[in-house]
């Protein structure tokens, strides 16, 4: 947090360092992420374009973007789109990125200069090819379920891909996406901290959504600085556990793997 010298954020573990939530999905088949897509097919997914895209990318030496889901369009989430125009330059193609109506709109909006035609080619504009989720779809031969979350009043997006589910920046799960949910066995999961928050999960609020879906494993996400990762961890139930930057979850169900 900028300006601030609390106990977090003066802490030496590095797993209280947070850049914005973001994740990258490798799909089976994909020895590493500079040969992700093998024949054409969708290797490597970017769920949102954070902020520190940047940061990230370079941190984890990822080196190929097939395609990009959007949860929604709040700008931790979106602000890294310009980031992707290395990622045409690499593999010399536009890339799909998905998102629900509301948030294909903002994105038009705030990125006019990339998805105006009169926008002059070259300076570096990425090359995206905007899609609307009205359901579920395949990408690299596999199904993706979008789950409506509420953030605050608004609807927007989780996913869900075999048993593993990723719902970040959410309060609420509607009547209607919980048996969307049903099996899953690996969640990440909003939980910004202990006090509640009009738009997203309190730990205690998380704990509970986690006790009615049963997953062998649950980890939260979209953490801010009131809580320590350590501390927080060891007070969590079984199975439960802050996410940090840098993991790597081995979904094994189909052989994917999450990082």
């Known amino acids: 947090m900028i300006g601030c010298d609390c106990r977090v954020c003066r802490s030496t573990d590095p797993r209280d360092r947070r850049l914005r939530p973001s994740i990258l999905i490798q799909l089976s088949g994909a020895s590493d992420a500079g040969a992700s ?19 990230q990318a370079l941190a984890h030496d990822v080196r190929r973007v097939d395609a ?8 931790d989430h979106v602000l890294g789109l310009d980031e992707v125009r290395r990622y045409n330059h690499l593999q010399r193609e536009p890339i ?23 926008t002059p080619m070259g300076g570096g504009i990425p090359q995206i090819g905007l899609s609307r989720i009205v359901g579920p779809f395949s990408l690299g031969g596999v199904e ?17 891909i075999g048993s593993f589910a990723y719902l970040t920046d959410c309060n609420g799960i509607p009547g209607p996406s919980w048996p969307l ?57 079984p199975g ?11 979904i094994t169900d189909r052989e994917r793997r999450v990082l």
């Open 144 to 160: 993706i379920v979008p789950v409506p979350l509420m953030h605050g009043e608004r609807q927007i997006l989780g996913f869900r």
């Open 96 to 118: 799909p990125a998905y998102a629900d109506e509301r948030t294909l709109a903002d994105l038009r909006r705030t990125f006019s200069y990339i998805f105006t035609a009169a």
């Open 37 to 55: 897509r093998v024949g054409g097919a969708v290797r490597t997914i970017l769920v949102d374009t954070s902020t520190d895209l940047r940061a």
């Open 181 to 237: 949910l049903s099996g899953v066995q690996t969640l990440v999961l909003d939980a910004l901290r202990d006090r509640p928050h009009p738009t997203h999960f309190s730990v205690r609020e998380a704990v509970e959504v986690v006790a009615r879906l049963a997953p062998e494993r649950a980890y939260f996400t979209h953490i801010c600085h009131d809580l320590s990762h350590a501390e927080t961890c060891a007070r969590l139930p």
């Open 68 to 75: 990009i889901l959007f949860t929604h369009s709040h700008a």
């Open 240 to 250: 439960v556990e802050l996410a940090y930057d840098g993991l790597v979850l081995e």
